[in-house]
């Protein structure tokens, strides 16, 4: 629970370590001990104000973030099962973010920002914060990107994204809704813009098997929920994947009243999900089959089959990855749907068409995650500049990006 009686037991805790090993965890690199210090000295308002300078997502961060992998699971007493938790002190922390009044001075410059998710969020409201007009542009009807699109609600209150709505509008923020790039307008239309950001996330889905009427990607269930609650009602679906995307499916296709499995190449403890989202899945019923890599998809005798080839894992090594090694032992499983969330990636097809000099330099934009075309200059910044990634990793490089836009304009 976060009151204030309990996050200042758990700041008294916190070693104050010379070497965090919390912040080296952190994406966004927030000054844990620091910020843990001042509230030790009951300092709330300058513990508010370094995680607010640090990050502007702090009231996502502390809702979705992989605290396992990153500052609980890294803190050095979490040897001894003591971790600080420090996702519940920012909890407590980021409920006034969005109330917060920053310091607004116009510096007379003007940026064009194409996509209203998590970076594009970041971009915003730093930009406008540091006396920029800002214009943002997105082609959904809210804010939010795959938090408003794909997040589904039993694990994001998307109630959040109002208040970060009001909050740029509070900063002055210009946000133009369901306008599409390349549809709705085209970069040459932001020609007055010395500066543009494109935060445009990812845009397409990784695809491992051959294409057949019962498989569906997992993106477009997320997306669409309501369309395919009928279609999976008491039918028993596969899901491929082991990251939160998969877990986020087969949760929600649980909920449709469907018997539902996860087809795992590797084994749990080795997915990519949050231990929080595999644990969830579990608990409501979710089965995973491990150490299954999907061959193909078959259907005889009008029975649908996944076919799956079982896997052998090298011995565990807690430093990397385990080795994958193909078995040649193959199975077929039945099912009614496969739903394939094996990944999303960035597509660059509207600059490769709109601009030739970034099809030829594509390697060394994305290396420098910038590029001048004739007077602007146009940043590519979080999952659209470093493909599908976690929350705080995005926002983390829309940190960068205004950072070196700052430098460099
Ligand atoms: S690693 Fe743990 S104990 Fe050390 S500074 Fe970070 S939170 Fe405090």
Same mark, same amino acid.
């Given at each position: 629970? @976060?009151?204030?009686?309990?996050?200042?037991?758990?700041?008294?805790?916190?070693?104050?370590?010379?070497?965090?090993?919390?912040?080296?965890?952190?994406?966004?690199?927030?000054?844990?001990?620091?910020? !843990?210090?001042?509230?030790?000295?009951?300092?709330?308002?300058?513990?508010?104000?370094?995680?607010?300078?640090?990050?502007?997502?702090?009231?996502?961060?502390?809702?979705?973030?992989?605290?396992?992998?990153?500052? %609980?699971?890294?803190?050095?007493?979490?040897?001894?099962?003591?971790?600080?938790?420090?996702?519940?002190?920012?909890?407590?922390?980021?409920?006034?973010?969005?109330?917060?009044? =920053?310091?607004?001075?116009?510096?007379?410059?003007?940026?064009?920002?194409?996509?209203?998710?998590?970076?594009?969020?970041?971009?915003?409201?730093?930009?406008?914060?540091?006396?920029?007009?800002?214009?943002?542009?997105?082609?959904?009807?809210?804010?939010?990107?795959?938090?408003?699109?794909?997040?589904?609600? =039993?694990?994001? $209150?998307?109630?959040?994204?109002?208040?970060?709505?009001?909050? !740029?509008?509070?900063?002055?923020?210009?946000?133009?809704?369901?306008?599409?790039?390349?549809?709705?307008?085209? !970069?040459?239309?932001?020609?007055?813009?010395?500066?543009?950001?494109? %935060?445009?996330?990812?845009?397409?889905?990784?695809?491992?098997?051959?294409?057949? %009427? =019962?498989?569906? $990607?997992?993106?477009?269930?997320?997306?669409?929920?309501?369309?395919?609650?009928?279609?999976?009602?008491?039918?028993?679906?596969?899901?491929?994947?082991?990251?939160?995307?998969?877990?986020?499916?087969?949760?929600?296709?649980?909920?449709?009243?469907?018997?539902?499995?996860?087809?795992?190449?590797?084994?749990?403890?080795?997915?990519?999900?949050?231990?929080?989202?595999?644990? $969830?899945?579990?608990?409501?019923?979710?089965?995973?089959?491990?150490?299954?890599?999907?061959?193909?998809?078959?259907? &005889?005798?009008?029975?649908?089959?996944?076919?799956? @080839?079982?896997?052998?894992?090298? &011995?565990?090594?807690?430093?990397?990855?385990?080795?994958?090694?193909?078995?040649?032992?193959?199975?077929?499983?039945?099912?009614?749907?496969?739903?394939?969330?094996?990944?999303?990636?960035?597509?660059?097809?509207?600059?490769?068409?709109?601009?030739?000099?970034?099809?030829?330099?594509?390697?060394?934009?994305?290396?420098?995650?910038? =590029?001048?075309?004739?007077?602007?200059?146009?940043?590519?910044?979080?999952?659209?500049?470093?493909?599908?990634?976690?929350?705080?990793?995005?926002?983390?490089? %829309?940190?960068?990006?205004?950072?070196? !836009?700052?430098?460099?304009?």
């Amino acid at each position: 629970m @976060e009151n204030y009686e309990n996050i200042k037991k758990i700041a008294n805790n916190c070693l104050n370590c010379k070497k965090p090993l919390c912040v080296e965890a952190c994406p966004m690199h927030n000054p844990i001990p620091s910020i !843990l210090n001042d509230i030790k000295n009951d300092h709330l308002d300058m513990a508010k104000d370094k995680l607010f300078t640090s990050s502007k997502v702090t009231l996502v961060c502390s809702k979705l973030c992989d605290f396992e992998r990153s500052c %609980a699971g890294k803190c050095i007493l979490a040897k001894k099962g003591k971790g600080i938790p420090f996702y519940m002190v920012e909890a407590y922390l980021a409920k006034s973010f969005c109330e917060n009044t =920053f310091v607004k001075s116009q510096n007379g410059k003007k940026v064009a920002i194409i996509g209203a998710g998590i970076s594009g969020i970041t971009c915003a409201i730093s930009l406008a914060k540091d006396g920029y007009s800002v214009y943002l542009f997105d082609k959904n009807a809210q804010i939010g990107g795959v938090l408003t699109e794909s997040i589904p609600s =039993f694990r994001f $209150d998307k109630s959040i994204l109002i208040n970060y709505a009001k909050l !740029l509008d509070d900063l002055g923020v210009k946000v133009y809704l369901n306008k599409t790039l390349g549809q709705d307008f085209t !970069l040459d239309d932001l020609n007055s813009f010395k500066c543009i950001i494109m %935060a445009l996330g990812t845009q397409g889905s990784r695809s491992v098997l051959n294409k057949t %009427a =019962f498989l569906i $990607d997992g993106i477009s269930v997320l997306k669409n929920i309501d369309s395919y609650k009928a279609t999976f009602a008491k039918k028993k679906i596969l899901v491929i994947g082991g990251g939160n995307v998969a877990m986020d499916v087969a949760r929600t296709v649980k909920r449709m009243d469907a018997m539902v499995h996860i087809v795992y190449r590797r084994d749990i403890l080795s997915a990519p999900a949050s231990k929080k989202e595999i644990t $969830d899945a579990l608990n409501e019923g979710i089965i995973f089959d491990e150490c299954l890599a999907p061959i193909k998809l078959i259907t &005889e005798n009008n029975t649908n089959y996944l076919e799956v @080839e079982k896997m052998q894992l090298e &011995e565990h090594d807690t430093h990397a990855k385990k080795a994958i090694i193909p078995t040649g032992e193959f199975r077929k499983m039945t099912c009614d749907y496969v739903i394939e969330a094996v990944g999303e990636y960035p597509s660059y097809e509207y600059l490769e068409k709109a601009i030739p000099t970034f099809a030829q330099n594509k390697e060394t934009i994305l290396a420098n995650g910038y =590029f001048k075309y004739h007077e602007q200059i146009i940043f590519l910044t979080g999952d659209y500049l470093i493909g599908a990634s976690s929350f705080a990793k995005a926002s983390a490089m %829309a940190n960068k990006t205004i950072k070196k !836009l700052e430098e460099i304009t």
